[in-house]
């Protein structure tokens, strides 16, 4: 999995891993629907929130330990 970065764009995090939604959510950052969040950076968006750097990183740190979610495998029956 890519990691998030301070950098990374808050809609391509979105693509990486789709669990990462709620991790923001939780923070109270509502950026998934806005219209910056494809050009704007995570960092960009939680200092406009009012984020410090500690914030920023505990945050990132959570961001990249969430697992993706696992995708249902549908067994092939002989019939």
Same mark, same amino acid.
């Given at each position: 999995?890519?990691? $998030?970065?301070?950098?990374?764009? #808050? %809609?391509? $995090? ?6 990462? =939604?709620? $991790?923001?959510?939780? =923070?109270?950052?509502?950026? #998934?629907?806005?219209?910056? =969040? ?15 750097? /500690?914030?920023?990183? %505990?945050? #990132? ?8 979610? =696992?995708?249902?495998?549908? /067994?092939?029956?002989?019939?």
């Amino acid at each position: 999995m890519k990691k $998030i970065t301070r950098n990374s764009k #808050i %809609d391509e $995090i979105l693509r990486i891993n789709p669990n990462s =939604a709620e $991790i923001l959510f939780e =923070a109270g950052i509502y950026c #998934i629907g806005c219209s910056m =969040a494809q050009f704007e950076t995570l960092e960009q968006g939680l200092k406009v929130h009012g984020f410090n750097k /500690k914030q920023i990183d %505990d945050l #990132i740190k959570r961001l990249n330990e969430i697992p993706k979610k =696992a995708k249902k495998r549908v /067994k092939k029956r002989d019939y």
